[in-house]
């Protein structure tokens, strides 16, 4: 009952606020309670807005997430990978993921008249699999119902993160020599 409650009061709060939008802290609540009542999980982060500072963090966490996926498949050119993320990293579009007050990782959302975009989510290693990309992800799909939308993305063939997409209902509507392209409707 004291969990319904303070999950409910949270709740009631944060109705009138896309989920996307708005981290949860749930203190020692299990995410399997929360999931059951609230429409989002979320463990315990934060977004905030990317600043001009960051682009170096977001740099060297692309470079060290995408240097050994490109190069198990034979794909690798540094200057080229370098000149990609400068190309396509856009800051206003990017949020920081914020884990006990130390930088976590990054995704990068754009969203036009006619879908999302998820372009980019890199989270270090010491905090992968503890569901930070699932929760995101899980926002980012219940945005997509409430504007009905769908969500577009790419990912390199051997990431393992293609199963956490497959999982969540992502298809495969395309591809090329390195890169498979998904779509959740």
């Known amino acids: 009952m004291g ?5 409910g009061a949270i709740y009631t709060a944060l109705e009138a606020v896309p989920p996307f939008l708005i981290p949860v802290l749930y203190e020692d609540t299990q995410i399997s309670q929360i999931s059951r009542i609230m429409p989002t999980c979320a463990p315990i ?3 905030r807005n990317a ?7 977001a740099e060297r966490l692309y470079l060290m997430t995408m240097q050994p996926l490109l190069r198990r498949l034979g794909a690798l050119n540094k200057q080229d990978l370098i000149a990609n993320f400068r190309r396509l990293y856009q800051r206003d579009d990017v949020k920081i993921i914020v884990v006990g007050g130390v930088d976590a990782g990054w995704l990068q959302v754009g969203e036009s008249e006619r879908e999302i975009s998820l372009y980019q989510i890199h989270i270090e290693p010491d905090y992968r699999r503890r569901g930070i990309g699932t929760c995101l992800l ?3 799909l219940m945005r997509s119902r409430q504007t009905r939308k769908p969500v577009s993305l790419y990912v390199v063939r051997n990431n393992p993160a293609s199963v956490l997409y497959e999982r969540l209902g992502f298809k495969v509507v395309g591809e090329d020599e390195t890169k498979l ?5």
Do not use: P, T
């Open 3 to 7: 969990v319904q409650r303070r999950i």
């Open 138 to 140: 899980q926002d980012l």
């Open 51 to 57: 600043r001009d500072s960051d682009y170096g963090f």
């Open 181 to 185: 392209f998904m779509r959740w409707e």
């Open 45 to 47: 982060f934060e977004l």
